[in-house]
């Protein structure tokens, strides 16, 4: 049990979420500590309150916002009018039975704005351990609409409550965010919402609507173009004859053999299909905690490994994928090594790693840009920022140069991780080709940018005090440091080249192992100390950032900082490629056995397209709910095994429905190599 609640713990580790640092809620405090909301304040005196009727004619917005305001407002007095025996706006020349019907009517007619003043979001309980979502009765907003009492948008508030100031001694000064869903007049735009919820609220606030239309004609033109894309697959599934065709390349029995294949390239180094997997399913893990934060109704529950030495795994997270970027850089090379003699032959190795992968994440980025969106509804599901980020972001996702702009200046959350691995599979294939030609000299390139990446990322993380990690503190740090450590380390080609170069290196080095040195396993005494070195790298990388989280280590310790920020990324790389070698080399033979395991062959093939998939997954388990859920590590890790499982079956769709047509289109020497690859093994059985 305690092995099974470690592993849990572990898989905490691997948050891989860009974003997410940027929209985690502030830690929960006492409320005394806020400038709690006086509602109106000078605008709202109940006591010399004129007519709501009448203050609506002063709103400053459109007529047509103003007149569904008037609606709200008049009907309101017109109810409590009735409360009194509607004194003001019976006839009083009719009968008393006549008056007291027509203020029944009145009644009646106007019954609707108690339903609607009940849709309006109110103070929930759980407040002091983050509950700030005050989201109100979304489908109440709805229901009024379809049975044209009051025809209304759902929106959203989201007001800044900054901090009392009460007591001196605490760091902590950010502002509470409470998001407040209000039933808007439809006919008002989100400028005139911020207009009038400006007037009776004083704080920052920003107002964000459902939108009206949930598929576009783009959207709709891309279903049409997928049903066309569809229609030679059939053909070519039902008519599994044509053999040599082009219709053969959209088979969809023989690309579905093709993708769950379990046949192999080389009989060396499965261990890192196994890693792949392993790394991935904690990545995914750590997208789960991560996302989840703005969705959950005990945002304390994400501040709980801040100081605790066993849950500080919890919290330090971002070195996974440079791990994943390191194994990458060490399979291509022991791969590629010796196999690109010609430049010629170097584009090849690129234009087919663009055919592999290229295709569906095309699909992955326009499905987020035009899909996403509309795919659900509710109260929280207000995507507004993923919309206006991929407007002006979604190309720079597709040709891979994100990360030469800001953190926030993508469409895809992962898409800066895989713009840096196709830039550095560009230079590592040019590398891999001129190594044939300058072995030396390659390898003492490697080395240099090894070593110069680590200094460029020392000198500039000293010299802009920055985190040393992504990670929650004791002392929260201002969002403009977060925002430095992102634009100017972790989306820098330069700052996080030393994961590749590693890569390189120890590509090279299990290429050109000798028979006999693989055999040694730990007897060799070099191996032995690799193997310390391995686990002293990880332990470094595990706990280096503990007392900047734990125990506020921000300004008086700026050194050890920028230290760990240099070199905990090629630490873990390090330490996972030193398993690697040692396992190539007759080393922990039982897990070797265990991570070369045939089924991970053909997960490892998806395991990119699965990561960027498994973005829209997550945030659809937690924004389609009608109310924020409550966090525990068990439903936690269900939703992280769920979205893991559901991203390799999309990852695999894809390939099969998309990016295998277009690859054997374009190289149709590969599926018959495939072909013959099968006929072979069949035949040695």
Known sequence: MRSFLLLLTLCQLAFSCTLCHFRTPPRPRPLDQYKLPKIGAKQFDLEKMPKLCNSAKQLPVEPECQAQ??????????????????????????????????????????????????????????ITEGNYYWLGDYELCAALATEGSFNGQYCRIEMEVPDAGVESGCPQTDPLSIILGVCFPSA??????AKVSALYLPYNLKVECESESRWSLVTIFLFVLFGIWIIPQAVATVQPSLNDSILSCFSIPENAKRTLSTRRETPYLHVVHGLEFLLFFSIVCGMVYNFMLPYIENVAFSFEGVTSLSMHIVNNYSFQIDGLLALSAFYTTYMLFGNIPTIRAALDAVCQRIARFWPAYIVCVLFMYVIFPGVSSGPMWIHTDTVSRCESG??????????????????????YVISMEAQYFLLLVILIFLSSKFPMLTQIFAYLMLFSSIVFSFL??????????????????????????????????????????????????????????????????????????????????????FPYSAW????????????????HRPLWAFSLLSFVYLCHHGAFKWLNALLEWRVFTPLSKVTWIALVVAEPIILYFF????????????????????AALLAYFIAMFLDVFVTRPVRFLIYPEQRHRYAQAHTQEQQAN
């Not at 709200?72 to 019976?90: E, H, M, Y």
């Not at 006839?91 to 849709?119: H, I, M, P, T």
């Not at 924004?623 to 769920?642: E, G």
Request: aromatic letters at 14%.
């Open 69 to 126: 305001f008037e609606k709200i407002f008049c009907s309101a007095d017109k109810l409590t009018d009735t409360f009194r025996g509607c004194p003001t706006n019976v006839n009083k020349s009719l009968s008393e039975q006549e008056q007291c019907s027509q203020c029944a009517y009145q009644k009646a007619n106007n019954g609707w704005v108690l339903r609607w003043f009940d849709s309006l979001g109110k103070p929930a309980a759980g």
């Open 188 to 193: 008002c735009s989100v400028s005139d919402l």
């Open 394 to 415: 979604w190309w720079k996702n597709i040709i891979f140069i994100n990360n030469w702009f800001n953190v926030t200046d993508t469409c895809v959350d992962i898409g």
């Open 460 to 545: 500039r993380a000293y010299k802009l005090s920055l985190p040393p990690a992504p990670i929650l503190s004791l002392e929260p740090e201002p969002l403009e440091k977060t925002y430095a450590l992102f634009d100017q380390l972790m989306l820098s080609l330069f700052a996080r080249s030393s994961n590749y170069c590693l890569g390189f290196v120890f590509g090279i080095g299990c290429a050109t192992a000798s028979e006999d040195l693989r055999k040694m396993g730990l007897r060799y005494f070099n191996h032995k100390l690799l193997a310390v070195a391995c686990i002293v790298c990880a332990a470094l990388t595990l706990f280096g950032a």
């Open 552 to 567: 506020a280590w921000s300004d008086n310790n700026t050194l050890w900082n920028a230290l760990y920020a240099a070199f």
């Open 623 to 642: 924004s389609s709910l009608n109310k924020p859920a409550y966090a525990t590590h068990w439903s936690t890790m269900y939703t992280a095994i769920s």
